[in-house]
């Protein structure tokens, strides 16, 4: 138990949806990152939020967003769906930014149809 | 840019006998290394973990990790496997000293124990 949760727990959209995952980090913690997890492939960093601003991106279109929250939540974004969005979404939560240790929750797996 | 290569995509090890997996990173810099493990439908679970010092690293459920600069290394071990240790294991790199602390992992070596 790492005390990251993450809902929904499954989710199954169809192309050009839009799509919003949910993360409840650890109290205090107050960094939040996002992974994609495709299918057979290690989790692919997405974003990073530090006190509720965004602190670094990696390789994903603008269609791709999020949100952190004072209460140690935060959302990630998906608009205009595609196949290839279909992965297994992470969460991971740490205090600060700076080395810590990422603490992960279980995930959100995504089907696009 | 940093990289991690897991080259053993699938292992199989019989219970009891000893484990070793490979990881090889690629970074300019002393890296921060990690090792994490997945069972089937969870989240990544930290093994351990290597920022500096003493470069044999002990974690959790026995494994430990030796972190080799000359060759850019750090493999993952354990003297003798237990059933529930059949899972998927990721290697991570994380740039030092640089406050967005992504983690960019391998492509994960699955591990499989047989009686």
């Known amino acids: 138990e790492t005390g990251v949760t993450q809902s929904p727990t499954h989710l199954i959209k169809t192309r050009g949806q839009q799509v919003t995952l949910r993360c409840s980090s650890q109290?205090?913690?107050?960094?939040v990152s996002w992974y994609q997890q495709a299918l057979g492939q290690g989790p692919q960093f997405i974003f990073q939020y530090y006190r509720e601003e965004e602190n670094g991106r990696g390789n994903f279109p603008p269609r791709f967003s999020g949100l952190q929250f004072p209460n140690y939540s935060s959302e990630l974004n998906v608009n205009a769906l595609e196949l290839d969005d279909s992965a297994l979404y992470l969460c991971?939560?740490?205090?600060?930014?700076?080395?810590?240790?990422?603490?992960f929750g279980p995930g959100t797996r995504l089907l696009v149809l | 840019a940093q990289s991690v290569t897991q080259p053993d995509i699938h292992i199989t090890v019989s219970e009891g006998a000893s484990l070793e997996l490979r990881c090889n990173y690629s970074y300019g810099a002393t890296p921060y290394l990690f090792w994490y493990v997945q069972s089937p439908g969870q989240g990544l679970q930290l093994l351990l973990k290597y920022f500096s010092g003493d470069t044999l690293v002990q974690g959790i459920k026995g494994f430990e990790a030796e972190f080799k600069r000359s060759q850019s290394s750090f493999n993952l071990r354990k003297p003798s496997v237990h059933w529930s240790d059949a899972a998927e294991y990721f290697c991570a790199v994380a740039r030092s000293n640089f406050g967005n602390e992504k983690l960019t992992f391998g492509t994960g070596t699955r591990l499989t124990i047989i009686p």
């Open positions: 991971a939560s740490s205090v600060g930014s700076m080395g810590e240790t990422q603490y």
């Open positions: 109290s205090g913690h107050n960094t």
